[in-house]
């Protein structure tokens, strides 16, 4: 089993929507977890961190962490076409000082 | 401004070839690494460094090789032992201070091997 499972794609919205991009976890060890958008063809950018359970909000932004089913969330309001990348969530790998990545998301924002 | 890159953007070789790929930082970052994304997956780690002089092996080290003689310099060599190199090669590197583990990625090479 993979330590951090995601959802491969694509998800296609239209403009305005709200989106739920979701990973999973297998190590309970896991406390901190960190989304990464990556356009096409360019490098991963990081978007949000969170540490241990609950919401953390930036602008259209919100990542959610629930423990108890090992599941982290990221939800983008009133989507824009802007928004259309691959999504990737990261968490410390087992130990290392390195991240274990999810395969990303992509994510498509149709005008 | 501040930032990580990565050299050239686009790289082509032929078979049987070794190629070294550049990362440079200014950031004074003291942790590097090498990630490699294939097509609808994930990066995977290559190698990785937490001190000048130092580094350790990550997921899919073999036919990879690094250096660390500079903080500011993490050059992977893709030997030709690789059974399939082509592929996008991220760089990337984290501050070694506190509990911190965000990592700040470069732009990117693209390998193809022919």
């Known amino acids: 089993q993979k330590e951090v499972e995601q959802d491969p794609g694509p998800l296609s919205v239209p403009e305005g929507a709200i989106v739920s991009l979701n990973c999973t976890y297998s190590?309970?060890?896991?406390?901190?977890f960190m989304w990464y958008r990556q356009y096409s063809r360019k490098g991963p950018e990081l978007l949000m961190y969170?540490?241990?359970?609950g919401n953390k909000e930036d602008g259209r932004f919100t990542a959610q962490v629930d423990k108890s089913s090992k599941y982290i969330s990221l939800f983008i309001r009133d989507s824009q076409p802007s928004d259309s990348a691959t999504y990737l969530c990261a968490s410390p790998s087992t130990g290392r000082r390195a991240l274990t990545f999810g395969s990303g998301t992509r994510l498509q924002v149709q005008p | 401004d501040g930032g990580i890159t990565q050299s050239p953007k686009y790289l082509f070789r032929k078979e049987g070839q070794n190629v070294t790929l550049s990362c440079e930082q200014n950031l004074n970052h003291d942790a590097m690494y090498w990630y490699r994304q294939d097509p609808g997956q994930g990066l995977r780690l290559i190698y990785y460094s937490q001190i000048v002089n130092d580094f350790q092996k990550g997921d899919i080290a073999e036919g990879y090789s690094v250096s660390r003689e500079k903080k500011e310099s993490f050059p992977l060599t893709v030997t030709s032992a690789q059974k399939n190199p082509t592929a996008f090669y991220l760089c990337?590197?984290?501050?070694?201070?506190?509990?911190?583990?965000?990592?700040?990625f470069g732009p990117g090479t693209r390998l193809t091997v022919t």
């Open positions: 990337a590197s984290r501050t070694g201070t506190g509990a911190s583990y965000e990592q700040y």
């Open positions: 969170t540490y241990s359970s």
């Open positions: 190590n309970s060890a896991f406390q901190y």
